[in-house]
């Protein structure tokens, strides 16, 4: 009995030190690639567009600036600006990151239909990163 304890903790250690030597090699610096929807819009999420960002900003702002995209997330916050802009937040898992989205004063009913925890696909143009991800021109999707 003793010996089978042993050979068990043995072969439980051994595989959990397999999977952290194996994630040592693991490609970091392999290119995410995004497919687009039959529309030609990118779909990612918050959190993956956010962390696309906060990675390598220039090469995000290649792959997603000015392009098009339905990003799915958590709906964090509601405003209406004082600007007239209706802003859509969605959390991407970081305390002070979000993707803010803007929709045009048009889109003012569908947004309203929108609750605080809601998770939604929102559809705009990527103008890039300032304080956080920031879409133009959306709609819900």
Avoid: W
């Avoid at 929709?103 to 990163?129: D, H, L, M, R, W």
């Amino acid at each position: 009995m003793r010996i089978y304890k042993h050979t068990l903790s043995f072969l439980l250690i051994a595989f959990f030190i397999f999977l952290a030597v194996g994630s040592l090699f693991e490609n970091k610096n392999e290119k995410k690639t995004y497919k687009p929807d039959s529309d030609g819009s990118i779909r990612i999420s918050a959190t993956s567009l956010y962390k696309e960002y906060v990675d390598n900003p220039v090469a995000a702002d290649e792959k997603f600036k000015g392009k098009i995209l339905k990003v799915e997330g958590t709906v964090s916050t509601i405003d209406k600006e004082t600007n007239g802009k209706i802003c859509v937040m969605l959390e991407t898992g970081e305390i002070i990151g979000y993707v803010f989205c803007y929709f045009p004063e048009s889109q003012s009913k569908e947004v309203a239909k929108i609750n605080k925890g809601n998770y939604k696909t929102i559809k705009g143009k990527c103008t890039g990163k300032l304080i956080g991800v920031v879409l133009e021109d959306c709609e819900v999707y």
